[in-house]
């Protein structure tokens, strides 16, 4: 017995050298099973910041002028998702109108406001004091486009849009003619807004003479 007992040690050391790695990966944790299927969990992709809109709106948007102006108008209304065309065009219509309102609130506040020399000026009062009331007019005939628009009148609609873009072109022209060095930035960013929120708003009406959309 004491003869074997070298080779039963070597064969020891043999069995230890063989079951060495095999032990080493059981140990190496779940940090070994990334990438390799497994049974790790792997981490949820990021949430984006704003969900995408949905496709009703990219391809009403793609028809229109302004794309980018279009898909936040529309994505602003969580209804958008779920509108169909009709929906989509009243949508546009309702953001135009809360632009021409704000603008018109914007006018009235600068025409009572004497913070500058030239606000403080009689001729620019009444300037603005017309502003306000020409998007005023603009935000009224808006109102007169969404009501068409549900009774499916699209013609209609879109004499009163356009009617909407064009009042803010009087508020400009008689600034340009009175005091051209004097028409307030915020209102010229207005009047771009909602130019281009009609434009939006008359692409989309357009859309519902297709008769693919007409209902």
């Known amino acids: 017995m004491a003869s ?3 080779a039963a040690v070597t064969l020891i050391l043999l069995l230890a050298l063989v079951m060495m790695p095999t032990a080493l990966c059981s140990r190496s944790g779940p940090s070994s099973k990334h990438g390799h299927g497994g049974h790790a969990k792997r981490a949820p992709p990021p949430s984006p910041a704003s969900p995408p809109p949905a496709a009703l709106v990219r391809a009403t948007c793609n028809s229109t002028a302004y ?32 632009n021409a309102s704000g603008a018109a609130q914007a006018a009235a506040a600068l025409a009572n406001s004497t913070g500058t020399a030239a606000l403080a000026d009689g001729t620019v009062q009444g300037l603005l004091r017309t502003c306000a009331a020409k998007y005023g007019d603009a935000r009224d005939a808006l109102a007169a486009a969404k009501e068409s628009i549900a009774q499916q009148d699209y013609d209609f609609a879109s ?57």
């Open 159 to 215: 004499v009163h849009v356009s009617a909407a873009a064009e009042y803010p072109q009087v508020c400009k022209a008689l600034f340009r003619r009175q005091r051209p060095n004097d028409y307030p930035p915020e209102l010229a960013a207005k009047e771009d807004a909602l130019g281009k929120l009609c434009s939006v708003a008359l692409d989309i009406i357009a859309l519902l003479s297709s008769p693919s959309n007409n209902s």
């Open 67 to 98: 794309y980018d102006v279009c898909v936040a108008a529309l994505a602003a209304d969580p209804s958008s998702s779920t509108a169909d065309v009709r929906g989509l065009s009243a949508i546009a219509v309702s953001v135009a109108a809360a």
């Open 4 to 6: 074997m007992a070298p």
